[in-house]
Nanobody, 114 residues
Framework: QEQLVESGGGLVEPGGSLRLSCVASGMIFKPYIMAWYRQAPGQQRELVAHITPSGGVYYRDAVKGRFTISRDNAKSTVDLQMNSLKPEDTATYYC????????WGKGTLVTVAS
């Protein structure tokens, strides 16, 4: 059974850092683009960043220079290092395969507040 499990969220002050991790199981991982999404309360889910099988990356403008996505194909994991966090980064963060969506995991909540 395909499963995505996100972890690493929490409460952090503005300017702080968090590292999110996602473990994929029961699915083909290596040949696929993997992505991080986020959904703020009352908002639609949006793409934050993605990484290709060979390591090519994309970031939405709002996180460029602050977030770094990485993957480990041997472990079927994708991470998101988030630095210089802002209150507007507050959201539940999810990972998935954009071109072959699996069932969404529960996500991990990131709250940026003083």
């Amino acid at each position: 059974q395909e499963q995505l499990v996100e972890s690493g969220g929490g409460l952090v002050e503005p300017g702080g850092s968090l590292r999110l991790s996602c473990v994929a199981s029961g699915m083909i991982f290596k040949p696929y683009i993997m992505a991080w999404y986020r959904q703020a309360p009352g908002q639609q889910r949006e793409l934050v960043a993605h990484i290709t099988p060979s390591g090519g990356v994309y970031y939405r403008d709002a996180v460029k220079g602050r977030f770094t996505i990485s993957r480990d194909n041997a472990k079927s994991t994708v991470d998101l290092q988030m630095n210089s966090l802002k209150p507007e980064d507050t959201a539940t963060y999810y990972c998935n395969r954009p071109n072959a969506l699996a069932s969404w995991g529960k996500g991990t909540l990131v709250t940026v507040a003083s």
